[in-house]
């Protein structure tokens, strides 16, 4: 009598797996969102707008020659900013 050795054959499995047909539900529906009452979305819209508001201006251009600069290469708008 032979022993088995006990080794993985994986590139059998990954094949196997390749090769084997998917079982995927056709007819998935996602969930609901929550809903979000109007005040509610208006505070959120409201914070949000003034943190762009404050983040834009602190990632403007110091002087003129940057921003010439950053729009004729499109880049280094940004490179003299202060955190």
């Given at each position: ?19 084997a047909?998917?079982k995927?539900n056709?007819?998935?529906?996602e969930?609901p ?5 109007n005040n509610?979305?208006e505070?959120?819209s409201?914070?949000y707008?003034?943190?762009n ?7 403007k251009?110091?002087?003129?020659s940057e ?17």
């Open positions: 009598m032979g022993y088995i050795l006990p080794i993985d054959h994986y590139q059998y499995q990954d094949y196997h797996k390749r090769v047909p998917q995927d056709k007819h998935y529906i969930g969102f929550k809903v979000i009452l509610q979305h505070e959120i409201n914070k707008d003034a943190f508001r404050t983040l834009n201006q602190k990632l251009p110091r002087n003129a921003q010439l600069f950053g729009k004729l290469t499109g880049k280094g708008r940004h490179f003299s900013d202060q955190a």
